[in-house]
């Protein structure tokens, strides 16, 4: 690789030369008071590196640039890695997407059917429904019977069987829930 400029603008990938070359451009007019890029250079094994490219001019008495510091340094590792971890973050964002409107699904799904339970148990003549979690804490109470047993589905929600009831009613209850639950 020669020392010379047009081998440095050779160099640079097609893609990009525009923009590094007016960035140096506005530099020499003093539009900036350096350069700094970032942007891919062939290699002399024939790949595409990411360049880090800094300088600064000096100008002269009458404000032509006289000479030109610089230097390049190799940041084709640290690209790949960003390149890698905005892939990640895309593959990561799509998942959650995905994962969002399967629980929004299921949650429309378990809306609905606690819409039907409490329907069927509010109609139901002569009774009352419970619905329990494997914790035998009681998710939905209807029915007409519960306040004939003193019972009120405010009272229950969220509560366990052992927190509404006597020890000896929970140890003849748990063994049925435990069985309807399995």
Request: with cysteine.
């Given at each position: 690789?020669?020392?010379?400029?047009?081998?440095?603008?050779?160099?640079?990938?097609?893609?990009?030369?525009?923009?590094?070359?007016?960035?140096?451009?506005?530099?020499?007019?003093?539009?900036?008071?350096?350069?700094?890029?970032?942007h891919r250079m062939l290699h002399k094994d024939?790949?595409?590196?990411?360049?880090?490219?800094?300088?600064?001019?000096?100008?002269?008495?009458?404000?032509?640039?006289?000479?030109?510091?610089?230097?390049?340094?190799?940041?084709?590792?640290?690209?790949?890695?960003?390149?890698?971890?905005?892939?990640?973050?895309?593959?990561?964002?799509?998942?959650?997407?995905?994962?969002?409107?399967?629980?929004?699904?299921?949650?429309?799904?378990?809306?609905?059917?606690?819409?039907?339970?409490?329907?069927?148990?509010?109609?139901?003549?002569?009774?009352?429904?419970?619905?329990?979690?494997?914790?035998?804490?009681?998710?939905?109470?209807?029915?007409?019977?519960?306040?004939?047993?003193?019972?009120?589905?405010?009272?229950?929600?969220?509560?366990?069987?052992?927190?509404?009831?006597?020890?000896?009613?929970?140890?003849?209850?748990?063994?049925?829930?435990?069985?309807?639950?399995?």
């Amino acid at each position: 690789i020669t020392n010379h400029l047009d081998e440095w603008a050779q160099r640079v990938h097609p893609d990009d030369i525009g923009w590094v070359t007016q960035a140096i451009q506005d530099h020499f007019a003093k539009k900036t008071p350096f350069y700094i890029t970032e942007h891919r250079m062939l290699h002399k094994d024939g790949s595409y590196r990411w360049i880090l490219d800094r300088g600064q001019a000096l100008w002269n008495e009458s404000g032509e640039v006289v000479r030109a510091v610089g230097a390049h340094t190799d940041v084709t590792e640290r690209k790949q890695l960003e390149a890698a971890l905005q892939r990640a973050n895309q593959e990561l964002e799509q998942r959650v997407a995905e994962r969002t409107e399967q629980l929004q699904s299921a949650y429309r799904d378990l809306a609905e059917r606690e819409t039907l339970y409490r329907t069927l148990a509010q109609h139901i003549p002569n009774g009352a429904v419970a619905l329990f979690d494997r914790n035998l804490r009681y998710r939905l109470c209807e029915g007409i019977e519960l306040k004939t047993v003193g019972l009120d589905a405010g009272v229950l929600i969220d509560k366990s069987i052992w927190e509404v009831f006597p020890v000896d009613v929970c140890q003849q209850i748990e063994p049925i829930y435990r069985g309807a639950l399995s």
